[in-house]
């Protein structure tokens, strides 16, 4: 079965850290774009940051910039997502997803189910 995992999501207060991971089942995401999405309560869904196939082009939402930092593993067939300095507007579910047709196209492969993100003191 081909599909996407997430973990790492949780309960932290503001300013502090957590660690997403994406991880594939059944293929290799070395063929693939990554990106993060989330979605709030009442919110459209958003994307977060991406990553591409080579690892080397990377967006952020403005917001996040500075804050949040992607990264892939190939070898553990796994993205990451460290999110520091978390805001309570930053909490939502988080998702990924693979493209394998370039982080800007709209439409993506695999969705994993998400992994929600609770910030608040």
């Known amino acids: 079965q081909l599909q996407l995992v997430e973990s790492g999501g949780g309960l932290v207060q503001p300013g502090g850290s957590l660690r997403l991971s994406c991880a594939a089942s059944?293929?290799?995401?070395?063929?693939?774009?990554i990106k993060w999405f989330r979605q709030a309560p009442g919110k459209e869904r958003e994307g977060v940051s991406c990553?591409?196939?080579?690892?080397?082009?990377?967006n952020y939402l403005d917001s996040v910039k500075g804050r949040f930092t992607i990264s892939r593993d190939n070898a553990k067939n796994t993205v990451y997502l460290q999110m520091n300095s978390l805001k309570p507007e930053d909490a939502g579910i988080y998702y990924c997803a693979a493209s394998n047709r370039g982080c800007s196209d709209p439409d993506y492969d695999y969705w994993g189910q998400g992994t929600q993100v609770t910030v608040s003191s």
């Open positions: 990553i591409s196939i080579s690892g080397i082009r990377i």
């Open positions: 059944g293929f290799t995401l070395d063929y693939y774009n």
